[in-house]
Structure formats: C-alpha cells, structure tokens
C-alpha cells in the first residue's frame, strides 16, 4: 500500500493537484488512500519550499505547481526513477593513484559533472604512511597525510590544466577547495586511512557514481587499479564507471547495455534509457546467447516498454547475439557500433560473482578501450548520501 499525501492550504491549487491526481491514478492505479493535509505543523515538517506538494511513500514528488495529468502518470510511473543515484547524479566520487590512469579517470568524472552538474571528490586512500614521491618533513602520520595532501592537490591541478582535456570544464587551480561550501565548492580532495576497497566502498554509500580506472603505477596496480576495481564493482553501494587508460572521452553517443536474464529490471532500464538521454545518445540493447535459447521475445518486450519514454530521434534497438564466446562477441558489436560506453546490470550478488571472477567482465576490462559501467539493480537508490561522511 502506498502512502499518498497531498500538502496545502485548501485552495484552488490544491482542489487542481487533487483533481489531477485522481484522473491520474485511474490511468496508473496505485494502491494507496490519498490523504490531504492542510496542518501548518505538518506543513512545517514536511520542510517543502512551496505549495502545494505532492508525496508518495516519503518521496516529495511535485511542489509549488500543478503538473498536468499526463506529467503526474509519469512520476507515479518512474517514482522510482527519480530515487535512484544514476538519475540523481549529484555527487561523483574518484579515487585515484596520482598515476596516468586516474588521470583519465578524473578527466571523465568532470566531463560528467559538467553534463549532470554534480559535484567531483577525488580521493586517495593510504594503507603505509609510507606512499608519496617525497619524504615528509615528520614523521607522525599526520606530516605524511599532509604530504600526501599536497601531492593530491597537485595532480588535480595539474591534470585539470593539461591541454588534452578536450573540453573538461574550465576547474583550474581556483577551483580547488578543501570543503564544501566555497565558492568553486564543486571540486574536493580528501586522503583517507585504510584499505583502498573498503574505504571507497564505505565512501560510496555517500555517492551517486564512482569513476575510476583499470590500471595503475607500481604496486598500486595490484592494490586500487587491478583487483580493487574489480572488487568494488561487486561492493559499492552505487554506480561504478571504470575507464580503461588509453579511452579518450568524447561523450557518449552509442551505449551497449548487455543484457541477459538476470538484468531483466525495469529501474535499471529506465535508469539507462534516462542516461543516455542525457548524452543524446542511442542505446543498444545486446543479448548474446546460444541460437535456441527461450525467453528472448519476452527479454525484448519488456526493454521495449521501459525505452517508450527515449528520445524518438533515436529508436528502439535490440540485438541478439549468437555465440558462445560472450567477450569477443560483445567486442565485435562494439567496434562495428562505435559503442562509446558497456553496462552491465546485476540483479543480485551471486550472479555477478560468478561472472566477474570467471570471464566475461574481467576481460572486458582487461581488453576493451571503452568504459564499462557496472549497475547493482536492487541498491541502486538513494542511501546514505545526505547524511554526513
């Protein structure tokens, strides 16, 4: 049963949003009892900005206008949508190495932060207060950490004021800030104690996507670009975009969402159809499989009815693949689709355990020069973010 809360001051727009939403939900039925609620006290709890609002299970849906009946079908519709992190993109978060990798890596959080306008925290974790190209002046941990800082702040500098940026938004040296709240108050670096994994696994629970890429320098390789990228695929708590060394970031116009059985998730799909709008991009669908597997015509279906509300310039995609070499059969469609960007889906843990330690999406990072997004269906809302880090 969802619980459905109209707030207002008994006037005419809000006898307009009731009226709507009621037309509304008899084109998308909803099992709730609307409720209006005209106590200032609640009003003042709610915390909306203006009136009249419109919430649903929690989540303040509408405020300070009417939406039509078509627009309130559609936020009932993609509720959902709207509280997932993907959609939200707010906060990206990048760890990094100071190595040419994360180099690239930051280049394309901040390409993405300027399309989504979100904010960008890189972040460097240390395991040895011995890490650095420099000793430190002292030698408690807080010189190191502080050594560290200012090898961080550097490398953000420097990499966000190199010519081949191609197009990375203007963040130079002023736009770096320790804290939140400045005036260039969308770029933060921060150098945390721990375990690269589980400290950017903790980290993301706060975040909307993490960037980060495939290969790094020296030891760090095996640590924070080789299995800790792998490993974090399967722990973070949202998106996950892992960008080989040698891509170039040139937006994301073909995207292949490689599908299968077990990504057959409505929020997912909508998340990606909505994200590929964003880079008015086309969107390929790709099942690969063996020739007489069942189920494909009802795979297709359910992708067609979540690509309803995509841009129309773009058309609806779906191919199926007939192969038993999963990796090189993606690869192929890639390079004849100039597909810019792989996602991959995982419904739960298990599955993608099983996928990621054996073949497919280990080799796609080891051999594809576009980025692979990884997507974890069932966590992929809003969750700790708004709280304090």
Known sequence: MATILIYGNCDAKMIALKNNLDEALLQFPLSGKVEEISDDNKIMMLGAHTLPALVVDGEVLAEGAVPSVDELRSLLRNRQLLRSKLYQMKKILVPVDLSPASENALRYACMMAHTFGASVEVVYAMDSIFEGTKPSPSG????YKKTMQEELDNFVRNTLSKKENHGCPDWGPTALQKDFGAEFARLRTRIVFGFPEEMIAQMSDHADLVVMGTTGRGNLTRKLFGSVSIALSQTAKCPVLLIPSQAVFSSFKNILY???????DALAIKQTVTFTRRFEGQLHFVHVGPA?????ELEKKLFEINYIYADPEHPFIFSKIVGEEVVESLHEYAFEHAIDLFIFVTHNRSFWESILHRSISREMLLNTTAPVMVI???????????KPA
Request: hydrophobic share 35%.
């Open 140 to 143: 408690f941990l807080s010189g």
């Open 258 to 264: 490689a599908s299968n059985f077990e990504s057959l």
């Open 292 to 296: 007489a597997e069942n189920g494909v």
């Open 376 to 386: 974890h269906a069932e966590e992929d809302l809003l969750g700790e973010r708004d």
